[in-house]
């Protein structure tokens, strides 16, 4: 799967590009966001380069991997296509999107409500901070 990522060219929102971008501590002439200090790329050391930042981050149990779950989900609750959030994550079924798009109780009320009244109620986006935890629980 890493080897398959890697050879992907994922889509980034502009505010998203423009924050990793920011992140790198020297200007290099590359066009690589996540490269080694010298613009080359990471495909080779990988691992180690991801295990340094994680280190650094505190984040002793979290995996590359654990990112399509909260990616997934946030897509999913902000009303995008199923087609759409299985095409941005890189799935080849609408069955392994499934596996990663979790949806929390508030948002599957707020779906929910729409049959309520007159049927044009716009959906409660929940809070975000709440549905992040059970998004990637």
């Not at 890493?2 to 971008?21: A, D, F, K, N, Y």
């Not at 200007?27 to 930042?53: M, Y």
């Amino acid at each position: 799967m890493l080897v398959r990522l890697l050879h992907r060219r994922p889509v980034l929102s502009p505010e998203t590009l423009g924050i990793v971008r920011g992140l790198k501590r020297r200007r290099l002439a590359s066009p690589l966001v996540f490269c080694t200090p010298f613009g080359k790329t990471i495909r080779t050391n990988f691992t180690r380069c991801w295990n340094k930042a994680r280190r650094r981050a505190g984040l002793a149990t979290f995996r590359f991997h654990d990112l399509r779950y909260p990616f997934a989900s946030r897509l999913a609750r902000k009303g995008v296509d199923c087609y759409q959030v299985q095409q941005a994550g890189g799935w080849r079924t609408p069955s392994m999107m499934q596996r990663y798009t979790h949806l929390d109780p508030d948002t599957i009320r707020a779906a929910v409500s729409l049959l309520d009244g007159n049927g044009h109620q716009q959906p409660v986006e929940p809070a975000e901070g709440r549905s992040e935890a059970l998004a990637t629980a």
